[in-house]
């Protein structure tokens, strides 16, 4: 308006010609300003940002906010946060195929889905009383929930979190186990371990309304379990007895059977600060990388050879995670306090350390960039996480984060068992 | 300017209040007008529909119409399609690792970046006379193309498609060769074949303005070329001599050597109507199977025994692809003339074949579904693409197509000579 005021202001707008200029000038200042407005929170309400690829986000915990930042590998930057998101001590996440839409598992048993690009949430539910993990079936439609309590695995509509299935874990022994070591298979199937009834069930979903289970003897008390990388191989750690349990789900029916007789909680020399994670365990030249329980080792295990003992490879303390970059020719390995602030990289090639760092304080989780370029880690007690370059294993960016955990790449949606 | 006509409209304008207030409201219904039109093109000039996730995209070549559809695999639908890409028989495709952006290599060396979320080309160079593919480098910086014409190879700038580097294929015998079988590397690596001076290169594009080249004598007529999914093991097929020429990747200094006695097109007993694309190679169990040229058979190769040979399966024809399903259970041929018709699936474990099909007249390519819950396939002579459910083997979706030929998928960013 102040233009009301200026010299012959009042002259010119007695003038129709000028006014309608005036007015049609005017028009476009306003209509660019109003657009501009609009832009901004244009596209049902989401920001211009939101078109972007999602092959290169991520998400990271920040445990004690409640909160996840999302980010990006491409020029490893923070994109922005979503909190509310409950108890997120030993969350996890899996991701929707389309890789716009992560699901967090947070321990108080709720199941949250994101949407990374308009970072918000768009469903959320109190499953369980207590959740450890999840994973999204093969055809994407179906996200599965492992609960300890009350024990047992909860399937949901991908899309709405609508309850499709309750399945109690009501093992041989008649009571409610927990359920750890969730993971999905070729076939829209699931396998998961029984804690006290010593079981391994495999969860066939393609009606997820009705899902058939077949119930396996497994040994005492599985404390997790991975499949491999081709969805063949499901294993378990057993906390109650040396070895572990082993299924080829190739093989029809499917029975567990001990392996890698040796390994696990039942001989551990060494007192054991923290149980390593079976989904760190790392597959390379088609050898299977281990975190023997309680010893400074990893362990090489052929899949070809019966799962047999290849090697052994001493290690700078109590292995937690042993992942393998994905070409196979590096793994990495964080530790269990007191050596929780350090790293070790293991060329698969030579079995031999050929790094050894310090990056941080509660060094906790680790993920590779899809081709593995790249390693991002996070430094919990520093309250950042660090990127590293796996070819010259220097640091290439850091960046703030509360109390970081888990970091987990949308590229997890393309395999199984992730 | 209607306005000016009505009654009261000169009156009106001679009350600087009144047209202020007037110049208000038409501000207003102005901008709310100019606003709308913005909407429908907004967020940059994009739909609305620009806003989803990229994990579950592809594209599928219209060979004759120089056109690529945009393709969504959880829905089995088409998006949209963009024209204007010239000769695009043979045509070939990357994916940036954002999976937004695809490159596509046209037959006539026309490279074109598409943005497939705003369903345009964003740029576009005639790089080559004639060209066969191209990749891109491990951290997503550059997209390297292969040229027949004139033989070399050119690595650009992923973003701008500025040229960095021109490499020409001046082989051993001083001449300039075609460029066959370019594959992306672990640690920022290119492998290439020469076919008319019978070499591989291995190229460190690490600086991609002065990459470093490595070149080994591999054989005579090398017409195509792979790495394996771990990047690894780089394989050439010879045209010119039996057996195939093998790089160990992680040897140092890479030699190539001979494997595979009695393969190839020396000895071929039958006419050749197609050379096999080695791209097609499927690891299914960490073994290999390859296609046999010329042959109606599969060969299984087995990497940890020096790539001998494990056993053949016969199929229906003579094979062109061989890909395995993502678990490696199943490996799906199809066939040179007169076979084009037929494609069979083969169960990995029995090595029996377990389903032959004729889908449709021509069948160029097939494509899996990140997980391998479905298999896309390309119809060119019935001009269609047909869905498959490799559970069931059922066909579970059709999709018009003109003239289809290779499909991709974005997901192939995330895998290394993909």
Partial sequence: MADRSTPGGQAAARDPRTVWQRLGRLTRRAAVAVGAAWLAAACTGLPEASVRGTGDLGVVIERASGRVQIVETTGMTRLGAIDGLGDLSHASVVFARDGRHAYVFGRDGGLTRLDLLAQRITHRVKQAGNSIGGAVLQDGKVVAAQNYAPGGIKLFDAGTLELLADIPAIGRDGRRSKVVGLADLPGQRLAASLFESGEIWIIDATNPRQPAVSRLPAGREPYDGLVTPDGRWYLAGLFGEDGLSLVDLW?????????????????????????????????????????????????????????????????????????????????????????????????TATRQVVRTMTPCRGVLHMEFTPKGEALWLSCRDDNRVEVYDTATLRRIATLPAEQPSGIFFTARAQRFGM
């Avoid at 365990?281 to 309680?294: F, S």
């Avoid at 362990?299 to 109590?318: I, N």
């Avoid at 793994?331 to 990289?345: E, G, I, K, L, Y």
């Fill in 251 to 347: 093989q029809t029916p499917p029975a567990a059977r001990r392996v890698l007789a040796g390994y696990g909680r039942g001989q551990a020399p060494l007192p054991v600060y923290k149980m390593p994670h079976l989904r760190g365990w790392a597959m390379a030249q088609g050898q299977a990388w281990l975190p023997a329980i309680g010893r400074h080792e990893l362990l090489v295990a052929d899949p070809a050879r019966d799962w047999q003992e290849q090697a052994r490879v001493a290690v700078a303390g109590q292995p937690v995670f042993a992942m393998a970059r994905p070409d196979g020719r590096q793994v990495w390995v964080n530790f269990a306090f007191p050596r929780n602030d350090t790293v070790q990289v293991v060329d």
